[in-house]
Structure formats: C-alpha cells, structure tokens
C-alpha cells in the first residue's frame, strides 16, 4: 500500500503538471487562435465590400477625371450624331433663308430705279426687256402684268395677282423645312429618353444584390442630355419658322403692291401715248413668238 502509495505521490505531481500545461496550452493557444480566426472571417467577410466600394470610388473618380467634351459624345452615341447633323443643316438653312428672304432681292433699287427711268422715257420695249430678264419678284410679277395689258389693265392685276399667290406658296415651301426639324427634334429628343431610360431600368432590373448607381445615373444622364439635344433644336427652329413666315408675308405683298403700282403707271403712260399701246402688246407677241 506505502509503495502504490509513494507510486501515486510520484505520479501526481507529473499529472499536475500536465494537466496544467494542457490548460495552459488551450487557453494560451487555442483561444487566441480561434479568436484570430473568428476575428478574421468578419475582416474577410469586409474586404469584398471595401474592394467593391474602392472599385466604385475609383470608377467614381475615373468619370469625374473623365473631359466633359469626351463624356458629352459618348452619351449622346448615334442619336445625338444625328441632331448634330440636322443641327448643321438647320444653321445652313437659316443662313440661305436670311440670304433669300430680303426685300432688296425680291425688290432690287437699281431695277426700279432703271425702269421708273425708262417709263418716264416711255421705252416700253426696253422695260418689258429690263424686267423679263430679271429673276426678281418684282420683275416676275411686272413682267406678268405687261405681257397681260392687252387684255385689259384688270385682267392683268388679276393675272399679277395670281402668280404673286404662287410666288408665294413656293416661299412658304422652302420655309417649312423649318416647322420640320421644329417637330422632329424633340421626337428624336424622346427616341433618345427611352433609350436612356431602358438602359437605366435594364440594369435595376439584372442587379440581384447590389446595383451599381453609376449605371444608372448613366443612362438617366443620357436620357436627359438627348432630350436636351432634341428641343435645343426644335426651339430656334420653331422661332425662325415664325420669323420667315412673317417675312415671306411682308415681302410678298410688299413686292405685289410695288409691282402693281408700277403697272398701273406702265398702262396709264401707254394709253396717253396713243400708239404706245401697240408696243405695249408687242412683247407679249415677241414672247409668244419664242
């Protein structure tokens, strides 16, 4: 008994060690490593979320870095290629149409001034010759109405009138262009908004977890800056279309009013010329002759 005793007071002290060091080890180590893990799983867990968010600050940091000149032709893609195109055509057709429409082209001083002198002259030929020649309103219409007094001073007016209403009817066409592209910007405007719009919902739509905002600022900027586009075009097209509509009005019955005048002065210098009336008729002859 005293020596299993004295084995077991041997032994005991070794198990006490032991189980100590066991102790020591679990607590010094194997606590310290599962909490490392456990601390770790959050931090991995985090890095996606904080590699996402300096993903996005960076694709943030590259549209703001990005030129605004660049950013404005990729938004506006195809669509806007074309509004820049009818844009171009709008600026030349503006410019032709101020070019055109002025009373100094469709009533030329010189040639008024050219046929009073003549009239006074009673050269009737040679007027009816100065204005023939002439691609003028003014001289359309009064060659119109000299070639038409042998039929009588009202059949000629009536006649000057008519081709006056033509004239103009043609004026108009060649402005209505502009009611046109006035309709037809805001329209591609708004092929443009859904574009946009469609890209911006595509993208809430495909996102199961996480959208990205800049994609979808994306295509509502698009959608935006292409609507834009369109009524930057259809308003000054809207406003020109009335300016000369309102010019065509002026010069032609500005025009049809001189030409008339003249006209009626052309028959009352004929007919107290006597025998002047006969050269009077005479282009209209030498006209149909040709």
Request: aromatic residues 8%.
């Amino acid at each position: 008994m005293f020596q299993a005793g004295g084995s077991i007071g041997r032994v005991m002290p070794w198990m006490m060690l032991t189980a100590v060091l066991l102790t020591a080890w679990s607590a010094g180590w194997l606590l310290p490593a599962q909490a490392a893990e456990e601390e770790a799983a959050p931090a991995a867990a985090a890095a996606p979320a904080e590699g996402e968010a300096a993903s996005g600050t960076e694709e943030r940091e590259a549209a703001k870095q990005k030129p605004w000149l660049i950013w404005f032709i990729e938004s506006s893609g195809l669509i806007g290629l074309f509004i820049l195109l009818l844009s171009i055509y709008f600026v030349a057709t503006v410019c032709r149409l101020f070019w055109e429409l002025r009373m100094e082209v469709a009533v030329p001083p010189d040639l008024v001034a050219r046929a009073q002198e003549l009239l006074q002259q009673k050269n009737f030929k040679e007027i009816f010759t100065l204005v023939k020649e002439d691609d003028s309103l003014f001289g359309r219409l009064v060659s119109t109405g000299i070639g038409e007094l042998p039929n009588g001073l009202a059949e000629a007016r009536d006649v000057m009138e008519r081709t006056a209403e033509a004239i103009r009817v043609d004026m108009e066409k060649r402005i209505s262009i502009l009611a046109v592209l006035g309709t037809l910007g805001p329209m591609i405007g708004l092929l443009g908004t859904l574009k946009g719009m469609i890209a911006s919902f595509s993208v809430i739509a495909r996102s199961d977890v996480q959208m990205k905002a800049s994609e979808v600022a994306g295509g509502i900027s698009e959608a935006l800056l292409l609507t834009f586009e369109g009524v930057a075009l259809s308003v000054p097209a809207i406003y020109f279309f009335s300016l000369f509509r309102n010019r065509v009005s002026t010069i032609s019955t500005s025009a049809a009013l001189e030409a008339d005048q003249f006209v009626r002065h052309f028959a009352h210098a004929a007919r107290s010329k006597g025998p002047a009336g006969a050269a009077a008729a005479a282009p209209k002859a030498a006209a149909k002759a040709e």
